[in-house]
């Protein structure tokens, strides 16, 4: 696969007909696609009862103070934390915009998307020092080799490109509609039969 033809840092958005629900009306991220498979996060389903400020205290990451830096300010207590897929449900991924790394490697995805998964960028962001721009997310979404491209032709996703707009300040349950609006698909002409539209 030739670096043209790599969906990194594309939406997948999941068709009508799709039949886990756990893909249901989901928008994945890609952060990795080549030959060896695929891995994204959906980024539109928040997880009940979980927010930021819960994590934190699971963790026992503490906020430090009021925030005195520069830009936006860090993640509220009460911002969601989202299903990110149902690979390592139990693992944290922070998807966020690439002004602030953690003291571990992040995964550079984009101009405007890196992925963490250290304690550490948790530990900025509570601080106030974190990215001006935060996903938080629970797991992941992952295909193996070819896997992504066949569920692709049998038509259970639509592609997008991304860009900060779409993955950041769209609220999550307009995120479905508002990709779907970017390509200029009606969602309500979409058919719930996989493989047709």
């Not at 996060?41 to 520069?70: E, H, M, R, W």
């Not at 997008?160 to 479905?176: E, K, P, T």
Request: with cysteine; charged share 15%; net charge negative.
């Amino acid at each position: 696969m030739s670096q043209a033809e790599t969906l990194r840092g594309h939406l997948l958005i999941a068709m009508p007909g799709m039949p886990d629900p756990r893909f249901a009306h989901s928008v994945v991220f890609l952060c990795a696609h080549s030959d060896e498979g695929a891995m994204g996060l959906i980024v539109n389903k928040p997880l009940p009862d979980l927010t930021f400020g819960t994590l934190l205290q699971t963790l026992d990451i503490p906020v430090q103070g009021a925030y005195s830096g520069l830009g936006d300010p860090p993640a509220q207590a009460d911002d969601p934390v989202y299903f990110g897929g149902p690979v390592e449900s139990s693992r944290g991924f922070v998807l966020h915009t690439p002004d602030v790394y953690a003291a571990d490697p992040s995964l550079g995805v984009t101009d405007f998307a890196a992925l963490s998964t250290s304690l550490d960028i948790l530990a900025q962001i509570a601080r106030g020092q974190g990215p001006a721009e935060v996903r938080l997310a629970l797991g992941y979404a992952g295909w193996g080799p070819g896997q992504l491209e066949s569920e692709l032709r049998a038509g259970g996703w639509l592609t997008c490109r991304a860009d900060a707009g779409l993955l950041y300040g769209i609220a999550a349950d307009r995120l479905w509609n508002a990709a779907l609006d970017r390509i200029g698909v009606d969602p309500r002409l979409l058919s719930t039969t996989p493989g047709r539209a």
